[in-house]
């Protein structure tokens, strides 16, 4: 079921009704840029894939089925395609993606220099590993646990089965374990000790 908000803006969108998109917009698109920046790594990419995602769904919105997906769904489907057309351009740099995530690492219970560098190292060793894993795995961990989506919507937006999505999370789970263990005690220890 369509959310009312998002039903309506849509009905004045398709009537050719500016304020329907800027709605949509307004919406989704904060998101929509989240979901491309932690993929790809850079703002000027993820901004311009956010903003290719609009103009494609604008164009295309009478064709939009809600028996299909939700909105949002159909939406991050599109993003995710064009990221992927993205990973085809450009190699993808590192950097912080924790804050994107909502990794949830316990805060230091000090503001010394000590506790924020080992606040920092456990920031740039998760991203890290996740900037170590495919883009399918990437993927599938940043919308299970940056966007909160269910399996089942998971398996909407890259479009695979849900038992494959379930596996990539599963994959990239395993992956990430085996990335931190080395450094993990380590920096949970120094976490811990402030």
């Known amino acids: 079921m369509i959310p ?23 919406l989704f698109a904060p998101g929509i840029y989240r979901l491309c920046y932690s993929l790809l790594f850079n703002r000027e990419d993820a901004e311009d894939v956010t903003q290719e995602s609009f103009v494609y769904a604008f164009r295309n919105l009478q064709r939009y089925d809600a028996k299909l997906s939700s909105f949002k769904t159909w939406l991050y489907t599109i ?29 230091p219970r000090s503001e010394t220099p000590e506790a924020a560098l080992a606040q920092q190292s456990a920031r740039e060793a998760v991203s890290r590993a996740l900037a170590s894993l495919t883009p399918r795995l990437r993927e599938a ?6 966007h909160g989506l269910t399996y089942r919507e998971i398996a ?5 089965p849900q038992k494959t999505a379930e596996s990539r999370v599963r994959l990239a789970h395993e992956a990430l374990r085996g990335s931190l263990q080395a450094v993990g005690q380590g920096l ?3 976490l811990l000790s402030f």
Do not use: H, W
């Open 4 to 26: 009312e908000e998002v039903e309506s803006s849509m009905r004045r969108a398709l009537r050719g009704d500016q304020s329907g998109y800027a709605a949509l917009y307004e």
């Open 79 to 107: 993003a995710i395609c064009r990221c992927r057309n993205m990973y085809r351009k450009s190699q993808v740099p590192t950097c912080d993606l924790a804050p994107f995530l909502n990794n949830g690492l316990p805060a």
């Open 141 to 146: 961990v940043v919308l299970r646990y940056g």
């Open 156 to 160: 909407e937006v890259m479009d695979c």
């Open 188 to 190: 949970l220890d120094e």
